[in-house]
């Protein structure tokens, strides 16, 4: 859970239900680029060289080819602030939904190649509930070869945050607040709603 006071202030906005769907849009994606901030601060690097206008400077580049996984469809709006820092980053997508009676997550949408293209995977979606999606998420990229896995989401809720955690320990989680509970239809309280329709409207 991240303590930054901008994080705060602009988790506060974004659970305010009279919120439009555009701030809602700008705000996801400047949380996500402070998550990111955070989430990538342990990301190795190699020796770069480059010539300022004065004289060669001695730096440093990524070491490591890095993968965004938005999980379909309110993991899309975190891209583009992920894409700002990284413009070098693979985008792949898989597009899960949650089976409103069973509450697990169903696989309809994954075009992840053969085998894996990176080595470090950001799995991008704004809410943690049941913990079902993000679970099946790490699996599907797990199998498909990824060595190391990172969420990254904005709320979540203790239940999925247990789901993660018990059934993938080696993934870390990054959020920006952990909320009190699930009701009774698998949704954060107090949380924001669904974050997907208020992203785009559909609410």
């Known amino acids: 859970m991240s303590s930054h006071p901008l994080v705060r202030e602009k988790v506060t906005r974004l659970r305010d239900k009279e919120t439009p769907p555009k701030i809602f849009r700008e705000l996801v994606g400047e949380i996500a680029t402070l998550l990111l901030y955070e989430a990538t601060a342990d990301m190795p690097t190699e020796p770069r060289t480059v010539d300022t206008p004065l004289a060669p400077y001695a730096g440093a580049r990524l070491a490591e080819r890095v993968g965004l996984i938005p999980v379909l469809r309110a993991g899309i709006g975190m891209v583009e602030a992920a894409l700002e820092l990284m413009p070098d980053a693979q985008v792949w997508h898989i597009g899960l939904f949650r089976d409103e009676r069973t509450l697990r997550p169903i696989e309809y949408y994954n075009k992840l190649p053969s085998s894996a293209t990176v080595q470090v995977c950001l799995v991008l979606d704004p809410m943690l509930a049941t913990g ?72």
Not at 133 to 144: D, E, G, N, P
Not at 151 to 157: C, E, L, S
Not at 189 to 195: E, F, H, N
């Open 132 to 203: 079902g999606s993000a679970t099946a998420t790490v699996h599907i990229l797990k199998r498909w070869g990824a060595k190391r896995i990172k969420y990254v989401g904005i709320i979540a809720a203790p239940e999925g945050v247990k789901t993660l955690t018990e059934s993938h320990p080696d993934v870390p989680i990054h959020v920006a607040a952990l909320d009190e509970r699930l009701n009774d239809k698998g949704y954060i309280v107090p949380g924001l709603g669904d974050a997907g329709d208020r992203q785009f409207g559909t609410g």
